[in-house]
T-cell receptor, first 112, second 115 residues
Framework: EDKVVQSPLSLVVHEGDTVTLNCSYE??????LLWYKQEKKAPTFLFML????IEKKSGRLSSILDKKELFSILNITATQTGDSAIYLC????????????FGKGTHLIIQP | GAGVSQSPSNKVTEKGKDVELRCDPI?????LYWYRQSLGQGLEFLIY????????KSGLPSDRFSAERTGGSVSTLTIQRTQQEDSAVYLCASSPRGGRDGELFFGEGSRLTVL
């Protein structure tokens, strides 16, 4: 059974801090790893990673994948209160449904 | 519309009643997914439709759950004889090619509360 584990499950930091969110996985026939941000209802897409060692970057957010050690990290620098959300990691694989296996998410709270 | 549309946004029902949740995917998207998100949990896969292929129902938790997709577009998730443990947010997502090769576009979800 495919498995995606995120850590920490929750994190509270102050505005301006840098945070690192972790996602490890065990899946058959890995294809890609995706990060989503869920603020209130609909998760919104952040990154899709398919190759090891290549950093994806968007503003203050960046992510990298390690296919040998089977994990990914999502970094957020100079955090703002608007970064408060649940960050979901999902892995696409050839096993089971032709869709995504999601982790439980990291609930990030940025305090002013 | 421009995005995935779900209705109702909120539904409160009594235990034992049937409910129907609707999803309008983005026009032209061939793949449609239903997920369930319980409080404090990640997204639990329920069912997946891809074009005219038979749906992947491997995530449906019991035979009280069923889903249809008519004309390759609108989908309805039906829960019969609802139980309190069915209370959750039901999220629909669509994709132009399927999750393997592209991102999913999510709707705002339908929050179901079973009393």
């Amino acid at each position: 059974e495919d498995k995606v584990v995120q850590s920490p499950l929750s994190l509270v930091v102050h505005e301006g801090d840098t945070v690192t969110l972790n996602c490890s996985y065990e899946v058959t026939n890995f294809r890609s790893l995706l990060w989503y941000k869920q603020e209130k209802k609909a998760p919104t897409f952040l990154f899709m990673l398919t190759s090891s060692g290549i950093e994806k970057k968007s503003g203050r957010l960046s992510s990298i994948l390690d296919k040998k050690e089977l994990f990914s990290i999502l970094n957020i620098t100079a955090t703002q209160t608007g970064d408060s959300a649940i960050y979901l990691c999902a892995v696409s694989s050839g096993g089971g449904a032709d869709g995504l296996t999601f982790g439980k998410g990291t609930h990030l709270i940025i305090q002013p | 519309g421009a995005g995935v549309s779900q209705s109702p946004s909120n539904k409160v029902t009594e235990k034992g009643k049937d409910v129907e949740l609707r999803c309008d995917p983005i026009s032209g998207h061939t793949a449609l997914y239903w997920y369930r998100q319980s409080l404090g949990q990640g997204l639990e896969f329920l069912i997946y439709f891809q074009g005219n292929s038979a749906p992947d129902k491997s995530g449906l938790p019991s035979d009280r759950f069923s889903a249809e997709r008519t004309g390759g577009s609108v989908s309805t998730l039906t829960i019969q004889r609802t139980q309190q443990e069915d209370s959750a947010v039901y999220l629909c997502a669509s994709s132009p090619r399927g999750g393997r090769d592209g991102e999913l576009f999510f709707g705002e979800g339908s929050r179901l509360t079973v009393l």
